[in-house]
C-alpha cells in the first residue's frame, strides 16, 4: 500500500506534430520521399523490362508536367534531406579528436555538406559533358 | 542457474543500411534528381535519344549499371523503412508488427524485386 503519487509528465498523443518536435518530424518524413524518387526509378525498370512500347510510356509521363511538379517537391525534400543529414553526422558520430583538440560539430557539418555538393556538382557535369 | 544464449539485437543491420542509404542519398540525390527528373527527359544539355530504348537496355545490362541501380533503388528504401519506423512509433500507429512489414518488409521486397528485374533483363 502506497501513497506514492508520481509526476507523470503529460505528454500529448499527437506531441510529435508540436513544437519542438514538429521539425524533427518533417526532417523524418523528408527522408520518406527518398522512397518515392526510388520508386519512380523502379517503376522505369518495371517498364525497361516490358520492352520498347512501355519504356516510351514511362519516359513520355517521365517528361510530363505531373512529372516535373513531383520531381520539384522531391528537389526540395532531397535539398532538405542533405542539409540535415550533415547537422546530425556530428551528433550521431564518435567524437572527432584531431591533433588533442575535438573537431567543431560546425566544421564536419561543413565538410559533409561541402563534398556533397562537389559530388552531386560532378555527377551533373559527367552527364552533361560525356558525349552520349 | 544456467545462462539463457543472450538475445541478440538486429538493430545494428537496420541501422547499417538506413546510414549507407542516407549518407548515398545526401551525397548524390540532388544530383540524381536533376539529371532523371529534369536535364534527360527534358533534353537540357543531354541529348534527347539519351533516355532511347537502346541507351537505357545498355546502361542496365552493364554489370556497374545493375550495381548502381541495384544500390540507389534498395538503400533509398532502407533509409526511408528506418525513418518511417520511428516516425510510425512516435504517433502510435499500427502495432509494431504491422509498422516493421509496412517499413522493412517493403524495403526487404523491394530490394529482393529490383534484384530479380536487373536478373530478367540480362547482361
Not at chain 2, 44 to 67: C, H, M, R
Request: proline share 6%; glycine share 8%.
Amino acid at each position: 500500500m502506497s501513497d506514492r503519487r508520481p509526476y507523470v509528465r503529460p505528454m500529448p498523443r499527437d506531441w510529435w506534430a508540436r513544437r519542438p518536435f514538429r521539425h524533427y518530424t518533417i526532417r523524418e518524413l523528408s527522408g520518406v520521399t527518398i522512397a518515392i524518387y526510388a520508386a519512380v526509378l523502379l517503376s522505369g525498370l518495371v517498364a525497361l523490362l516490358q520492352g520498347p512500347a512501355a519504356w516510351e510510356i514511362w519516359r513520355g509521363w517521365l517528361a510530363s508536367p505531373a512529372s516535373l511538379v513531383l520531381h520539384a517537391v522531391l528537389l526540395v525534400a532531397m535539398i532538405w534531406h542533405l542539409r540535415t543529414w550533415f547537422q546530425i553526422l556530428p551528433k550521431t558520430m564518435p567524437k572527432l579528436v584531431v591533433g588533442g583538440s575535438p573537431v567543431p560539430q560546425r566544421l564536419i557539418t561543413l565538410i559533409g555538406t561541402s563534398v556533397a555538393i562537389v559530388c552531386s556538382t560532378a555527377l551533373v557535369a559527367f552527364v552533361l559533358w560525356r558525349p552520349f | 542457474m544456467p545462462h539463457a544464449p543472450e538475445k541478440r539485437s538486429n538493430a545494428p543491420i537496420f541501422w547499417l543500411l538506413f546510414g549507407a542509404g542516407g549518407t548515398l542519398s545526401a551525397l548524390f540525390g540532388v544530383g540524381l534528381i536533376l539529371v532523371t527528373g529534369f536535364l534527360a527527359p527534358q533534353g537540357i544539355g543531354v541529348a534527347p535519344e539519351a533516355l532511347s530504348y537502346e541507351n537505357a537496355l545498355a546502361f542496365t545490362q552493364n554489370w556497374l549499371g545493375k550495381a548502381v541501380i541495384w544500390a540507389v533503388i534498395s538503400l533509398f528504401f532502407w533509409h526511408a523503412a528506418e525513418r518511417l519506423y520511428l516516425t510510425l512509433k512516435d504517433m502510435h500507429v499500427f502495432s509494431d508488427t504491422g509498422r516493421r512489414l509496412l517499413t522493412y518488409g517493403v524495403a526487404a521486397l523491394v530490394t529482393a524485386v529490383t534484384a530479380g528485374l536487373l536478373l530478367a533483363i540480362g547482361f
